[in-house]
């Protein structure tokens, strides 16, 4: 049985939201369960309210307009925080009148199944490797199912969407099913300049990247790996090896957006203007 992760987000019952911001440097604590690790983030009143809550209305001004679905993508390089940012603006739409709740799907089930990666080979580096020494590259996704899919949820279809189980290390086809009116799919490729990749933005209504210092993700990673009980040397091993490729592959080749959001160092977002932007 697939058991679908529980979000809440926290706040002290005898104090109100003000108080809490303020108290936190104007920032709302988030707390929630992603990939089977406890996450803790924090949101600043201002990216709230000048970045999360306009983005949410846009899309519900979109689908408005648009009188059927809406599809929009969020690339985004490993480390950068974006399946929390995305389980938060669910939280967020789903608190507000004005805003259409969302719906949250990932490209993380389009995982190649580990007895594919086991057999099947990749380039790397002019070398070729068993796809299972990088799962997690571009090269390790069914780019032809996410293609399928994406085709169906563009199309407005009520459909299946696969998850990737992670006690398994294998997906599960069909664990949830899409029938909401705005849709947001993360994932690191999504919007790749790659042949082949750069085609799925065409099911997009809005597109949204986030970037960040290599460093900056560097760190996280690491981190992210010692959390699941892995040795600091063996995560900066591992993360030196596999992520940090796919880090940069994220950075330099993706396509242009219609909304760039930066990670800085206090792990916060800010927007940079953007020539795909809509106004």
């Given at each position: ?5 529980c979000?809440?987000?926290y706040?002290?019952?005898e104090?109100?939201?003000?108080k809490i911001?303020?108290?936190?440097r104007?920032?709302?604590?988030y707390?929630?369960?992603?990939n089977g ?15 999360f809550?306009?983005l ?11 009188g059927?679905?809406v ?7 490993p ?7 995305l ?5 967020l ?34 070398q070729?490797y068993?796809?299972?020494?990088y ?18 949820v ?5 459909c299946?969407?696969?998850e ?16 909401g ?8 490729y ?28 560097k760190?996280?990673?690491?981190n ?7 040795s600091k ?5 591992f993360v030196?090896?596999?992520d ?6 994220c ?19 800010r ?9």
């Amino acid at each position: 049985m697939f058991v679908r992760v529980c979000i809440n987000v926290y706040l002290k019952p005898e104090k109100t939201y003000s108080k809490i911001c303020k108290e936190r440097r104007r920032q709302m604590i988030y707390k929630a369960e992603i990939n089977g690790l406890p996450v803790e983030a924090y949101y600043s009143e201002d990216s709230i309210q000048n970045i999360f809550l306009p983005l949410l209305r846009k899309l519900t001004e979109i689908q408005k307009q648009k009188g059927g679905r809406v599809l929009a993508m969020l690339a985004a390089p490993p480390g950068s925080g974006k399946s929390t940012l995305l389980n938060f603006l669910q939280h967020l739409s789903e608190t507000q009148k004005d805003i259409t709740p969302i719906t949250i799907i990932g490209m993380d089930g389009f995982h190649h199944y580990q007895k594919y990666l086991d057999c099947h080979t990749m380039i790397r580096d002019g070398q070729e490797y068993l796809m299972k020494e990088y799962k997690g590259a571009p090269e390790t996704f069914d780019l032809s199912l996410l293609t399928e899919r994406l085709k169906k949820v563009s199309g407005g279809e009520v459909c299946g969407w696969p998850e990737y189980y992670r006690i398994a290390h294998d997906p599960i086809d069909d664990a949830i099913t899409v029938d909401g009116d705005i849709v947001i799919i993360e994932g690191n490729y999504l919007l790749l300049n790659w042949e082949g990749w750069k085609d799925l933005s065409s099911y997009a209504d809005y597109t949204i990247k986030i970037v960040a210092d290599e460093n900056l993700l560097k760190n996280r990673l690491v981190n992210r790996k010692t959390q699941s009980g892995i040795s600091k040397e063996d995560a900066e091993r591992f993360v030196e090896r596999s992520d940090l490729y796919n880090v940069r592959t994220c950075l330099r080749d993706s396509l242009s957006v219609n909304l760039v959001l930066e990670l800085i160092v206090d792990d916060s977002y800010r927007k940079i203007e953007s020539p795909g932007e809509m106004k």
